[in-house]
T-cell receptor, first 109, second 115 residues
Framework: QKEVEQNSGPLSVPEGAIASLNCTYSDRGSQSFFWYRQYSGKSPELIMSIYSNGDKEDGRFTAQLNKASQYVSLLIRDSQPSDSATYLCAVGGNNRLAFGKGNQVVVIP | DTGVSQNPRHKITKRGQNVTFRCDPISEHNRLYWYRQTLGQGPEFLTYFQNEAQLEKSRLLSDRFSAERPKGSFSTLEIQRTEQGDSAMYLC?????????????FGPGTRLTVL
């Protein structure tokens, strides 16, 4: 059973700053990693996927993966108030996703 | 809108009643998943279908829960004799054939409240 941990508490960032989110996972054999954004009362929305070590950039989002350290991160550059949401880290494998509890991000105008 | 759809969006029921939720996946997505999410937690996997075959079930899916996907299109999730602990958001997701099965797209969810 994969365990995915997101330990940081709510993150408050000023508008225009960089928000940094971290996630660790326990199954060293995991191959697929995802970040989902979830607005309050809504369902998760896939924003990033990453499968190999290194960085992957998509617009203002950058995902970083380090399989040796079993660590995934998400950077949000030029944070906007619309980025205020809960960000869920998910690890894939065996036809299911295992999710962390999520990190709440609040962007302060 | 060609995304995953779920009905109803909200359901309030009394303890002991049966409820059924429906999920329509993205067209041509042959893989379909059900998850449950409670407040402050990430979604938890319940079950997985490939076409009409239910290939995996979580231990969270007690015998009061049953899921079907007749003809490999829409899916239903039924909860019998609901309990207050069943109150949660029930999420359906789908993924396309040929791609990575864990690249999943979620529907809007059905929020269940058991009184």
């Amino acid at each position: 059973q994969k365990e995915v941990e997101q330990n940081s508490g709510p993150l408050s960032v000023p508008e225009g700053a960089i928000a940094s989110l971290n996630c660790t996972y326990s199954d060293r054999g995991s191959q697929s990693f995802f970040w989902y954004r979830q607005y309050s009362g809504k369902s998760p929305e896939l924003i990033m996927s990453i499968y190999s070590n290194g960085d992957k950039e998509d617009g203002r989002f950058t995902a970083q993966l380090n399989k040796a350290s079993q660590y995934v991160s998400l950077l949000i550059r030029d944070s906007q108030p619309s980025d205020s949401a809960t960000y869920l880290c998910a690890v894939g494998g065996n036809n299911r996703l295992a999710f962390g509890k999520g990190n709440q991000v609040v962007v302060i105008p | 809108d060609t995304g995953v759809s779920q009905n109803p969006r909200h359901k309030i029921t009394k303890r002991g009643q049966n409820v059924t939720f429906r999920c329509d996946p993205i067209s041509e997505h042959n893989r379909l998943y059900w998850y449950r999410q409670t407040l402050g937690q990430g979604p938890e996997f319940l079950t997985y279908f490939q076409n009409e075959a239910q290939l995996e079930k979580s231990r969270l899916l007690s015998d009061r829960f049953s899921a079907e996907r007749p003809k490999g299109s829409f899916s239903t999730l039924e909860i019998q004799r609901t309990e207050q602990g069943d109150s949660a958001m029930y999420l359906c997701a789908s993924s396309p054939p040929g791609g990575r099965p864990d690249t999943q797209y979620f529907g809007p969810g059905t929020r269940l409240t058991v009184l």
